[in-house]
């Protein structure tokens, strides 16, 4: 089932630093999930995907792991700098015909000088 | 090139009235859909449409209807609005179902 975060979970990190951010997902039979960054007044923009048959997914800066014993997804964001300064959200989909996909309630991330 | 548009950014409105945001993609994609994010970020899927057939309709209220001309829009017609339907209304399209969506900036809708 959708979790509804009665606020917004922020990280603050040290610029520079290794960022973890976290996405417990709902529905084991998912098969694909999707990390979006959304800065302020924009909307969510892709960062990189995952499917089930993988556990890791590299990309430039970011590392998706995935795993499905405990149902958890995390981004890890390497030397953040303050340009990643932004609210993160991991989505999964559900859907029968692939095309319903339920996000998680967001991470802020705060990049300290 | 905007990828995914949506117009206008912003909309204030008083209750009970009955207003559009439209939608357009350039991608070529063959779904686009309709989200909701409330004040506390939580986006929530409302509508997609798929070859201008509506694949998905959340238990949205009847006073929201998705309308596509063609499968480059998907417009949000809604009546009689609501205060809870102030929100961040997002449109977004991908090739398929199982592709990565392309989120248009985003509609401000402010009820008073």
């Known amino acids: 089932g959708e979790s509804v975060g009665l606020h917004l979970p922020t990280l603050s990190v040290q610029e520079g630093d290794n960022s973890i951010i976290n996405c417990a997902y709902s529905n084991s039979a998912s098969d694909y999930f999707i990390w979006y960054k959304q800065e302020s007044g924009k909307g969510p923009q892709f960062i990189i995907d995952?499917?089930?048959?993988?556990d890791k997914r590299q990309g430039q800066r970011v590392t998706v792991l995935l795993n499905k014993t405990v149902k958890h997804l995390s981004l890890q964001i390497a030397a953040t700098q303050p340009g990643d300064s932004a609210v993160y959200f991991c989505?999964?989909?559900?859907?029968?015909?692939?095309?319903?996909?339920?996000f998680g309630p967001g991470t802020r991330l705060s990049v300290l000088p | 090139d905007t990828a995914v548009s949506q117009t206008p950014k912003y909309l204030v409105t008083q209750m009970g009235n009955d207003k559009s945001i439209k939608c357009e993609q350039n991608l070529g994609h063959d779904t686009m859909y309709w989200y909701k994010q409330d004040s506390k970020k939580f986006l929530k899927i409302m509508f997609s449409?798929?070859?201008?057939?509506?694949?998905i309709n959340e238990t949205v209220p009847n006073r929201f209807s998705p309308k596509s001309p063609d499968k480059a829009h998907l417009n949000l017609h809604i009546n009689s609005l609501e205060l809870g339907d102030s929100a961040v209304y997002f449109c977004?399209?991908?090739?398929?179902?199982?592709?990565?969506?392309?989120f248009g900036p985003g509609t401000r809708l402010t009820v008073l």
């Open positions: 449409y798929n070859n201008k057939e509506l694949i």
């Open positions: 977004a399209s991908s090739q398929d179902g199982q592709d990565t969506q392309y």
């Open positions: 989505a999964e989909n559900i859907g029968n015909y692939g095309q319903n996909f339920v």
């Open positions: 995952i499917r089930s048959n993988m």
